[in-house]
């Protein structure tokens, strides 16, 4: 019997981590408690809200911010209903991360060792910091999710509902982030692929539908503006003008994969070590993890749907040119990841050295995600570290003026009224 498997398939082995996950739930569960954890998006995202909500001089920051209006849309209902507070923010990112991870155990069936895998995704770092952030990953991420499930329905049945319902959920991607665009892209040539010969012939058949799709293709460019489809170009255009290269670009997001796959913070280990090998370190790691995990997603090719491969794809090259810097940014493909890794591992003929890889990586990466829950949750229940540490102390005027009446740090020189005012009216 294959070594790995006797363990990680052991029916204690998930009995163990089936409770181990509902534990982790739970503290999820109880980071709804935090206080509004305030990021520079964040701030973007409500000074679009009330914009719309209150009014704005046109020439605003927030009047003019570029930021897609779906997740704007989601503070400004909760708003309405006069329950737009950090615990009900927090509530409903956990809310479409579990209801994501039912439909990726639904999309993958028994070909996913479910129990290992919702371990290794609740452990994840960036996982639960945007969870408790006021953010739009995980919103993101229920409707990208969604998306792919009813598409991939779609092809086992052939029923139009869910064709529509995939494209409805596509949509919502797109307006809550651009980047939604690849999931049309994925779903578009997966139904060229599936249906080319039948395609072919009713495009030769049919000059109207010909006619109409360039139409449509034609309208798209004509007011990509408005559907912020140029969005992306402008941006990149605009770092690039201003020394921004695509190569330094291109060397973040590497060191993004392996503050994923170490499962920490690059800068968390900087400040432990003080060493100029970290970054180079952390840059070959990431080159290394991303190219084990491109040919295992080549390598399982039939049992990830070609959808679901296109979007990984698509999504991957957007993100590998996109000029900033922040692991965030992969939160919405780190299931997806997980499921092509554990997929794998399920798989694995375990040697001597595989063993001597794989057990100490799952106990370091298991290691660092109990940190990182339990410094995250600390933070959540105490407003004095929270105020100290939350975006590296940026706001800790404001916060100490909220919480404690004035700032605890002797060096306090000035404190952002506006910053102040979202606390108190979200908190």
Not at 123 to 145: A, D, G, I, Q
Not at 156 to 171: C, G, P
Not at 342 to 353: D, E, G, M, P
Not at 409 to 420: E, H, M, Q, R
């Amino acid at each position: 019997m294959n070594k790995y498997n006797s363990i990680f398939t052991n029916p204690k082995f998930r009995f163990g981590i089936k409770y181990i996950s509902l534990i982790f739930i739970l503290i999820y569960l109880i980071n709804c408690l935090t206080p509004l954890r305030l990021h520079v998006d964040t701030i973007r995202y409500f000074a679009i809200k009330d914009c719309i909500e209150i009014g704005c001089p046109p020439d605003s920051f927030g009047a003019n911010d570029y930021l897609p209006y779906g997740y704007t849309g989601l503070l400004l209902a909760l708003s309405k209903a006069n329950i737009l507070n950090s615990f009900t923010i927090v509530l409903i990112n956990c809310i479409c991360l579990f209801i994501s991870i039912y439909l990726i155990k639904r999309l993958f069936g028994k070909s996913l060792n479910f129990n290992l895998f919702l371990l290794l995704l609740l452990l994840n770092w960036t996982v639960l910091k945007f969870t408790v952030h006021p953010l739009s990953e995980l919103l993101y991420l229920l409707f990208s999710v969604s998306s792919l499930y009813f598409f991939n329905i779609f092809l086992k049945n052939k029923k139009t509902l869910y064709i529509l319902l995939s494209l409805v959920f596509a949509t919502f991607s797109f307006i809550t982030r651009t980047i939604g665009i690849t999931l049309f892209a994925a779903i578009f040539i997966t139904l060229i692929w599936n249906y080319r010969i039948e395609l072919f012939n009713l495009l030769r058949k049919n000059k109207i539908i010909t006619i109409s799709v360039a139409l449509l293709f034609i309208l798209g460019l004509l007011f990509s503006k408005e559907l912020g489809l140029n969005h992306y170009t402008g941006v990149f255009s605009k770092q690039m003008s201003e020394g921004k290269t695509l190569t330094n670009t291109i060397k973040g997001h590497f060191i993004e994969w392996a503050e994923i796959s170490y499962n920490t913070s690059v800068a968390k280990i900087n400040t432990q070590l003080h060493t100029d090998l970290v970054m180079p370190f952390f840059l070959i790691s990431g080159v290394l993890f991303f190219g084990i995990f491109i040919y295992l997603l080549v390598k399982k090719i039939n049992k990830i749907p070609l959808a679901i491969t296109l979007y990984i794809i698509f999504y991957s090259v957007l993100i590998f040119t996109w000029p900033f810097y922040d692991p965030r940014f992969w939160v919405p493909l780190i299931p997806f990841i997980l499921v092509v890794f554990v997929q794998n591992l399920s798989t694995l003929k375990i040697s001597r050295i595989r063993n001597l890889v794989l057990v100490p990586s799952f106990i370091l990466y298991s290691i660092m995600g109990v940190l990182s829950v339990g410094f995250l949750t600390y933070t959540s229940l105490s407003k004095e570290k929270l105020a100290k540490t939350q975006a590296n102390g940026v706001y800790r005027n404001e916060y100490e003026t909220y919480f404690f009446g004035k700032p605890l740090s002797d060096t306090a020189k000035k404190i952002d009224t506006g910053i102040l005012s979202l606390l108190k009216r979200h908190n």
